[in-house]
């Protein structure tokens, strides 16, 4: 299990700080409003990724008959996660969360079926990740890989493309790749270099070229790499919120 200290935020504890959830410890609560000092719209960024996760896990259930889903960098369990969207939908749908916070993994004990394991484990390790998915996944049916607001946490030392691509060479072909990723594209320069300060755990926010590159040799479904506001937003309510209170690209991409 990973290592437990409560001085240190977590991203996953932060998170649920922001969603109004009560998991989460003074430095997390710290840490939070340290960048919603900085980026107002933080709060509006991860209810919309909430909501991202719920359109495309429907789309790929509903749409594309997924039945398998690797949730990496999953945090605590909310309302609407992917195994409550996707089995609600085809409860036979298989589901592997994966985190590394040992708060989300005291509140997936409680989830784990036949159907709904976790991995304990950081997102930098495909190894460890694929080698116990497997225990749940079968990795000769298309399998959906979901990555959302995790991969702006992985550096560019720790090679975050040369991740992504170790996770998609191990799904077999008509697998799916869904992303979100936080963007300063929206930011001024001095508030992206805060916002990724070694305080808060050190991250890099990606430009649109630069998130769109993790699908390279994927095929991209539409509309494409958007404002993560306006991936396929027909069934949600208006007014919807900016581009720029979100800051997040998101897509869905296909492995041919």
């Keep these: 299990m990973s290592a437990f200290d409560t001085s240190v935020p ?3 504890r932060r998170y649920d700080y922001w969603l109004g959830g009560k998991d989460n410890f003074a430095a997390d609560r710290e840490s939070g409003d340290a960048i919603a000092a900085q980026f107002p719209g933080i709060r509006t960024a991860v209810v919309e990724n909430r909501r991202f996760l719920r359109r495309a896990v429907t789309y790929l259930a509903e749409s594309e008959g997924v039945r398998q889903f690797l949730d990496v960098g999953t945090g605590l369990p909310t309302a609407g996660n992917t195994h409550e969207v996707a089995q609600g939908i085809a409860g036979e749908t298989r589901v592997v969360y994966v985190d590394n916070d040992p708060l989300v993994l005291a509140h997936a004990r409680a989830l784990l079926t ?19 998915a497997r225990r ?3 990795f000769e049916q298309p399998i959906a ?6 991969l702006h946490f992985v550096t560019d030392d720790d090679d975050p493309y040369g991740l992504v691509r170790t996770f998609v060479e191990a799904l077999p072909p ?3 790749v869904a992303l ?3 963007s300063g594209d929206w930011l001024p320069a001095e508030v992206v270099a805060s916002i990724t300060s070694g305080r808060h755990g050190a991250g890099r926010l990606r430009s649109q070229s630069e998130v769109a590159r993790f699908f390279d040799g994927l095929d991209v479904l539409p509309p494409g790499v958007v404002p993560l506001p306006e991936w396929r937003d027909g069934t949600e309510e208006k007014p919807r919120p900016e581009a720029a209170e979100v800051s997040m690209y998101a897509g869905i991409a ?3």
Excluded: Q, W
């Design 136 to 138: 749940t996944l079968d």
């Design 174 to 176: 008509g697998s799916f």
């Design 254 to 256: 296909r492995k041919p």
């Design 10 to 12: 977590h991203p996953a």
């Design 180 to 182: 979100s990723h936080a």
């Design 145 to 150: 890989l979901m990555l959302l607001a995790v």
């Design 114 to 132: 036949g159907a709904t394991s976790y991995v304990d484990a950081d997102a930098r390790d495909p190894g460890k990740i694929l080698e116990e």
